[in-house]
């Protein structure tokens, strides 16, 4: 069945009105009719099997027939506190990210950072951030819907990630970021000396393209944020987005391979 995002406020009385974008791809694109069902999620965590009632202009309205919460989110908080890259390359982090299981996705200014994007630019960049996490949450069975929020600098983003530690308590979470020197710590195996199961959310800190600078490395260790390597290449900085989502949820349980 094809699947719709509405807002939690076009679902009253057990009856869903599809409006907009989604009413014009349902009657003009689909050619659905009363009698046909589609599936509709409002972000909140639940999904409804719906039979469409009735079209009218510029509304289309079903009935819930099944409301349930299927099994596609990750048990852990996981926050991705994304360098800002260069061009595009975050709508493709976004789309990724998003389709791995991340909860949140926040931007970061580092020293390093090329694109500092003016405020009135950012709010239709914010728009669009968020329309494609939509998306990849329509398209990988999602119910809850990862914010993409304004992006902060590096300092911001390090006292935010200390407010979420300390709402979850140090021991129940776990904090790393990327660099390219680093050469003891593996993330792999340092997942090994938590105990998983036991952790309730996960920071991820990952530079731009030119990498974090030494100052920010040591700021990142006085915050109790560990450092990581990935490997023997280095990778780009998208690309590391996405590894790093893809051996995080493998180690808790959501990947099966």
Known sequence: MHRFLVSPESIKDNTVYITGEDFKHVVQVLRFKAGDRILVFDGTGLEYETELVSVEKGKVTGKIVKAYAPDTEAKKTVILFQGMPKTDKMELIIQKTVELGVSRIVPVYTRYSVVREKDGKIESKLDRWNRISREACKQSRRVLVPTVERPVDYHQALRMWKEIESNESAACSLAVFCYENEDKNCFKE??????????????????????????????????????????????RTETAAIAVLSIIMHEMGEMRV
């Open 190 to 235: 340092l997942l090994k000396c938590y105990n998983i199961d036991y952790i309730r959310a996960v920071g991820i800190f990952i530079g731009p393209e030119g990498g974090f600078s030494e100052e920010e490395v040591q700021l990142a260790k006085d915050y109790d944020i560990i450092p990581v390597g990935l490997g023997k290449r280095i990778l």
